[in-house]
Structures are given as C-alpha cells and as structure tokens.
C-alpha cells in the first residue's frame, strides 16, 4: 500500500485557495456487499462512470466501500488484505484505462491497509492512475454493535490534498464524534471535510449525526461532505441519508433514507451550493423501509430463493408477512397456517383474507393429529401431572419442525415473528416460535409493532394498501396454545412492559428508577426478572433485525449464569 506524507496537527498546510473555483463533489451512497470485492469494485466503478460523465471533481464512497462493513473477523485474515490490494489496484487500472475525465476524477476510496504489522481503517485519494495519499482513522469506536479496537490501530495525523485551489482533509465516521481529527484537519490546512461513513441505523439516528457534525465540525469552521453506507448487514441497517452542512452548519443537500443515491453537490470555493434535500419521514415510515431492506438484503446477499413464514392470525406474524412480501415480491414468499384444536375461527378467517390481498402461496397444515401423537407418546411419563406450558410448547415446537422441513425441502429460509417485547420476558418458546433463520421484528416491541401495521395499511408505496385486516389490529393478542388464552394472562399490558422494557434494557435505569417514575413495584419487578431469566433463549434465537440505540444481540451482552440482583 502506498504510503502518504502527512502534516502533523502543528504543521498546517499553508495553500493559496481560489475562492470562486467550481468544484463538483459526488456522493456515492452505494450498498455494498462485505467480501464481494469484484462486486464492490465494480459498484464503485459505475459510480465513478457516471460522476464523472456529470461533471464530478470528487467522488466520496462510504467507509470501508471496498470489502463492505463490518468485516469483523475477516480482518485476522492476511489474505483479505492482498485481495483488497488486488482489487484496488484493478480499480485504479479500470479508472485511468476508461476516460480521461475519468482519469481526473478524485475517487475518496474506503478500504483496510495493514502496515508494519499493525492494521488500519484507511481512506484513499486515487487519481491520475495512483494513490495521492492515505488516510488512517484515528477514533475508533468500541460501543454498541462497534468492536473496531479488536481490530485496527489508530493513527493520528491528518491528510489534505488540493483541488483546484481548495484544500479538503479526510475524516472517517467515528473522527467526527470528537473534536481532535477535525481539528487536526482543519490546523492542517482543510477548508472542506470528506468524511466515508458506515453509519447504522436506529431511531432518531439522523437527528443526532447532524448534531454532532455541527458541533464538532461546523464549530471548526469546515464545510462537510458525509457520505454514508445503504443497506443491509446480519442484522445492522445502513440508512444512507447522506449529507452537506456549510461551514455555519446548514444543511445544504441531504440524500433519501434506505436507497442507493448518486447526489451532485457544487461548490464555489469552499462553500458548498443549495441541492435537493430528502425530507425527514416519521419515525413508523423509517422503521418499515429499514425492515424491508433488512429482509430483502439479507436473503439477496446470501442467496436464499425465498421466504417462509408460519402465519397464526395475530399481528406479528400478519407485519412479517407484508415486510417479506414488500422486500421481496409475493411470489418469493409462502405462508403456513398451522392451526391447533385452540385456533380461533376469526383466526382462520383473517388469515386466508390476508392471503388474498397479497397473493402469496398458502398452505394449512392442521397439528392436532401431531398433538395428539405428542401427547399419547408421554402419557406415561405425564400421569398424574397437570398440563401447563409443556403441551403450549410442544404444539409450538411441531409448528417449528413443520417450517424447518419446508425450509430444507425448497431451500427457503423461515422468517421467525417474535416481537421484542416477546423476546425480551421469554414469551417465546426455543425450538418453537423462535426456530427459524431471521427474526424480521426482533427489536420492534408490541407497541411499535402495531404503529407499524397502522402506518403499512395506509400507505400505497408498496403498490397495495390495506393489506392487513382491520380485526388482526383491533382484537386482544393470543398465543392461542390453551382455551381461551391472551397474552396478558402471562404478562402486564403492552404499554406497561414496553415502556419498562425500554427504561430498563435500552436506557439502562434501575428498578428503582422506574418505580420512582411511577411504574408498579410489582410490574418493573416482574420485567426485570423475566428479562434476566430469559438470556439463556435469546443467546439461542436467530440473528434480527436492529432499528433501535440497543438491541438484543450484539448491544446486549449480558451473562446467563449471573446471580446479580438490581
């Protein structure tokens, strides 16, 4: 890898800059593909085509655009370097080989480098047929799902290069969070900051990136250009909503949320001009299209045909079916009704209308005979013992055998339909509800789960509105595994365990924080302990989907042997 002679913090580079020069800057917020290195060099590349044949000086790709993000553990791998080298090199002779406006462009280029033994979270200025400089992160962040420290070293010294009398330093992501690197670009000599990002989703995330850059980098005096990561990765969601904010910190372009964007900014000088700004969507609108991304790129990526989804009646699973169906169109996607000698008939009924409105294949698999057989087997074994969640539990875990034997048979995979609120007090059964290979809705809570359906029933985005049944929304939720049976027979009411649920496991206050803010002793007692005592089911639940600050998973580590009382 090339290496770059950087000033240092009390070394600024003193250039002479044309105030009036205009200067093109291209945003590529792509989806990449972590590995796919011929994949993302050649997204790259048809960026950088079309940059270029709009006038573009500069083209800024997200961070780590070259191998996607996070590679995680395949950064203890010495060969994803030499294939990164590799494929940057191809990139570089495919950049000069196709056109001469092409050859000019200032391709920003995300990629890891190692070097003398150490690895590095690098960006790259490529042009003319080389690598004008390297930059090398200096913050690394070690929070929430980030884990950066495991891997890479940091570096502390600022890159800047010169176009047309403007001078514009480097930052990647997490930099700009504090003040020390763009402080250091700007003491360098930076009047523009480019900033590679790979940004995850959650809630209000938007808001608070644009906070942040202003205090951090607006405050130093520096325009900045903040490209971001689109798509998704296990169980992150990359947003896009890239971004400019002018030297006073106003916001100049913005580009749309959950989509591949290829905006032009101009700039006169260092100020950038006024471009189209993507309107700010509520907070139901974001979620669903984070979940359609969510499930579309994680079936598209790793190639599986399709989607199977056991659909009960009630509400979650009727939310995961229309995000399967919006991801990835009605004829990748099956539903089972696997009804029990307890299911309802409203049950049934609202199903098969479900059904009709979007016109997946539908399958009904009753599982009393398979009860029944269950039940007979263990008779001895159950004498004289009342039946309990046992019997709930076994008609789940047929449920479960049912769709992991579709799921082998057609190669599709199941999509579970636990909610969080579900996932968080154990209101799940392993090897039942929770068999499957993505949870769509792991991180979504009860409440928000029917947001959602209200919001997805009054939209025509997708094509049809009103795909889910009024009754589905309006009647009390049930497991249906015994007669007569709700959920709140188990648990307190939704609104009550969600916003305890959010106190305690995602804004970390104690029990007698909760309580003090009015919350029954006997309740926030109750959440916490189901929460504790449930680690040990979640650790073995499918990968989900995150669209909150913590989610269950790589935020929420906590032990299951753990005798600590709060």
């Not at 890239?242 to 032009?264: H, K, M, T, W």
């Not at 068999?435 to 009860?446: L, P, S």
């Not at 709140?488 to 003090?516: H, T, V």
Request: glycine letters at 6%; a negative charge.
């Amino acid at each position: 890898m090339h290496e770059v002679n950087t000033p240092q913090p009390n070394q600024p580079n003193r250039v002479s800059s044309n105030p009036q020069a205009d200067i093109k800057i291209a945003i590529a917020q792509i989806n990449c593909t972590l590995g796919d290195l011929a994949g993302n060099t050649e997204k790259i590349f048809l960026a950088a085509q079309r940059a270029a044949s709009l006038g573009a000086d500069i083209l800024v790709t997200p961070e780590l655009a070259l191998t996607g993000y996070p590679p995680e553990d395949l950064l203890l791998r010495p060969a994803l370097y030499a294939r990164t080298e590799e494929a940057l090199q191809a990139l570089i002779a495919r950049l000069i080989a196709d056109s001469t406006e092409l050859a000019r462009l200032h391709v920003v280029l995300g990629h890891p480098i190692t070097k003398d033994g150490k690895r590095y979270n690098a960006t790259s200025v490529l042009a003319h047929g080389k690598v004008l400089g390297t930059y090398r992160k200096h913050d690394l962040p070690n929070y929430d799902v980030f884990d950066e420290q495991r891997y890479f070293t940091p570096d502390n010294r600022p890159f800047v290069f010169e176009l047309k009398g403007v001078r514009f330093g480097i930052n990647i992501c997490e930099d700009t969070w504090f003040r020390y690197a763009p402080d250091a670009a700007r003491a360098a000599g930076a009047q523009v900051l480019l900033v590679p990002n790979a940004s995850p989703y959650h809630m209000s995330k938007q808001n608070q990136r644009l906070d942040v850059m202003r205090e951090n980098v607006s405050s130093a005096g520096l325009a900045l250009v903040y490209a971001n990561l689109v798509g998704g990765q296990d169980e992150l969601i990359f947003d896009g909503g890239s971004f400019v904010l002018n030297a006073e910190g106003e916001l100049i372009a913005q580009s749309p949320r959950f989509e591949e964007d290829l905006p032009i900014i101009q700039f006169s000088g260092a100020i950038p001009q006024a471009a189209a700004i993507a309107s700010e969507t509520a907070i139901e609108e974001q979620v669903y299209h984070a979940l359609v991304l969510g499930v579309r790129d994680y079936l598209g990526k790793n190639g599986f045909p399709g989607a199977i989804i056991g659909l009960s009646g009630g509400v979650d699973s009727a939310l995961t079916l229309a995000v399967a169906v919006d991801a990835l169109g009605a004829d990748k996607v099956r539903a089972v009704m696997m009804p029990s000698v307890y299911t309802a008939d409203i049950s049934w009924i609202d199903s098969r209308d479900m059904i009709k409105r979007l016109g997946v294949q539908y399958d009904e698999i009753p599982i009393a005979p398979m009860f029944d057989t269950f039940r007979a087997a263990l008779a001895e074994q159950f004498s004289g013992l009342k039946e309990d969640a046992t019997e709930e539990n076994i008609q789940a875990r047929i449920r479960g055998t049912l769709l992991m034997a579709l799921s082998n048979k057609t190669g599709r995979i199941v999509l579970t339909t636990g909610n969080k609120s579900e996932i968080a007090t154990g209101y799940c059964t392993l090897y039942g509800d929770m068999a499957g290979g993505f949870a769509v809705i792991k991180d979504i809570a009860k409440t928000l789960v029917y947001r959602l359906c209200a919001w997805r029933n009054a939209t025509s985005q997708f094509g049809l509105s009103n795909v889910i049944p009024d009754r589905i929304l309006t009647r009390a939720p049930s497991a249906e595994l015994r007669p007569n049976q709700l959920d709140q027979d188990s648990l307190p009411p939704y609104e009550i365990l969600d916003a305890i649920m959010q106190r305690y496991m995602e804004e970390d206050e104690s029990a007698a924080e909760i309580i003090a803010a009015g919350y029954s002793e006997a309740d926030v007692k109750r959440v916490a302990r189901l929460i504790k005592n449930s680690e040990y089911k979640r650790r073995q639940a499918p990968v989900g989907i995150r669209v909150t600050h913590r989610a269950f998973g790589r935020d929420w580590r906590y032990p299951i042997t753990n005798r600590f009382q709060d």
